[in-house]
């Protein structure tokens, strides 16, 4: 059988060098699909390779992601004894993105497994591909090259990574090579329906509520190829929800017919969290996020900024604009 990645061998021997280590495996804040279900994969095979891993994680797991930590738990840095690990990171576009506290605490990190184009490539052993459509294919690919044993949990775990970087399989960087590793995972005991249940079938009221306070918000530029959405926090107390609840609404603005970019911006009492998404890998919004201090992917990408909101909206718009502009000058050269 053909391998999935050339770079299997190398990253199982750097698996293998870990053996009777103690390990962390650290993932980013406000923790998604790809990031919870690439920290309970790798721990678990970690651990079946006699390494002594803990997954960890400096905000709580979303409540419709629990169920995939089965037999995995993900600890809370200040439930970590002692100081004296290696730390690998996955789905982490830079260092930072773990949180502060841990960087203080955990400076140097031995392994850095990503798929961010904007990945700064902070380890000593670096695996970012920035061509797969999540980390979890990523892991998926190497274990399956390696003959790592990948259970249900397991596979449930990776299935889940790249059922939800992917938009349920209608992002662009889905291709046949995701199809096919979700058959291998499937094979091992994955459940795309159990999966998909866990994540879409499990709504709350006030997420309901949310989602219509941020679509009443739709701001539209550029001729309409522009939607911007706003959640302020009263938006959080008036509807009993959280910031999880409002993970991926930003696709309900690039939905829209004629929108090219949808942008939501999460605003915590002068604390901005953007999101951009683009339909086209043209689009480049990891450039555009990077223009306040972010990054991502060519498709989705984020920011944080401390401004307030309708002072920040212009420069916003302003940035938006003059990406556009170079976007356009490009396609037309």
Do not use: W
């Amino acid at each position: 059988m053909t391998h999935f990645l050339s770079e299997s061998e190398s990253f199982s021997k750097v698996l293998q060098s870990l053996k009777n280590k103690s390990v962390l495996v650290l993932g980013h804040r406000r923790p998604d699909g790809d990031c919870i279900g690439s920290q309970v994969a790798l721990t678990r095979v970690l651990n079946q390779e006699g390494v002594l891993a803990q997954a960890v994680n400096a905000d709580p797991v979303p409540r419709t992601l629990q169920k995939f930590l089965r037999d995995t738990s993900i600890l809370r840095p200040d439930e970590v004894t002692g100081d004296d690990y290696l730390i690998i990171t996955v789905d982490c576009a830079d260092h930072k993105r773990v949180g502060i506290d841990l960087i203080d605490r955990f400076p140097k990190v031995f392994l850095n497994v990503d798929h961010h184009v904007s990945n700064t490539r902070f380890a000593e052993n670096n695996f970012v591909l920035s061509e797969a459509s999540a980390t979890a294919e990523i892991l998926a690919k190497f274990f399956f090259d390696s003959g790592y044993l990948v259970n249900k949990n397991t596979a449930d775990a990776l299935y889940l990574g790249i059922c939800t970087d992917t938009g349920q399989f209608c992002y662009s960087a889905t291709n046949a090579s995701v199809f096919e590793v979700c058959r291998r995972l499937c094979e091992a005991g994955g459940s795309p329906s159990e999966v998909a249940h866990e994540l879409y079938e499990r709504e709350k009221p006030g997420r309901i509520q949310l989602l219509q306070k941020f679509l009443a918000s739709f701001r539209m530029e550029f001729d309409q190829r522009v939607c911007i959405g706003i959640i302020h926090d009263e938006f959080y107390q008036e509807t009993g929800t959280k910031s999880e609840d409002a993970e991926n609404f930003v696709d309900y603005a690039r939905s829209m017919e004629g929108v090219e970019i949808g942008v939501l911006i999460e605003d915590r009492n002068g604390i901005l969290k953007g999101s951009f998404r683009a339909k086209e890998k043209t689009y480049r919004v990891d450039l555009l996020a990077k223009e306040f201090s972010g990054g991502g992917h060519a498709c989705a990408a984020g920011f944080n900024v401390e401004i307030p909101f309708e002072e920040f909206y212009p420069t916003l718009v302003q940035a938006i604009g003059n990406h556009l502009k170079v976007i356009q000058s490009r396609c037309s050269l």
